[in-house]
């Protein structure tokens, strides 16, 4: 059974950080590509980052150059940490996971920026 744990969403101010942890169980982590989405009230889900097995990563305009994506394939992780945080960065925060047949999300982790 997969299963998509996130944790370290919360309220931070303009210009703060968070570090964004999704445990995994149930897949072969270490040969998947594994991403985050966000989702802010009103609109579409959007992707903020995704990392290759390889570690190659690619990122959505919007975040690009504050947010970083890793993984430590031991502990079955992939992280998201986010800089300089703005308040059109609130949203859910989902890690995702996909096969040829299926797409696997978390729960979500709330992210809420004040300005």
């Known amino acids: 059974q997969v299963r998509l744990v996130e944790s370290g969403g919360g309220l931070v101010q303009s210009g703060g950080s968070l570090r964004l942890s999704c445990a995994a169980s149930?897949?072969?982590?270490?040969?998947?590509?594994m991403g985050w989405y966000r989702q802010a009230p009103g609109k579409e889900r959007e992707l903020v980052a995704h990392?290759?097995?390889?570690?190659?990563?690619n990122y959505g305009d919007s975040v690009k150059d504050r947010f970083t994506i890793s993984r430590d394939n031991a502990k079955n992780t992939v992280y998201l940490q986010v800089n300089t945080l703005k308040p059109e960065d609130t949203a859910v925060y989902y890690c995702?996971?996909?096969?040829?047949?299926?797409?696997?999300w978390g729960q979500g982790t709330q992210v809420t920026v004040s300005s």
């Open positions: 990392i290759t097995s390889g570690g190659r990563t």
């Open positions: 995702h996971y996909a096969t040829s047949f299926n797409d696997y």
């Open positions: 149930g897949i072969l982590f270490s040969v998947n590509t």
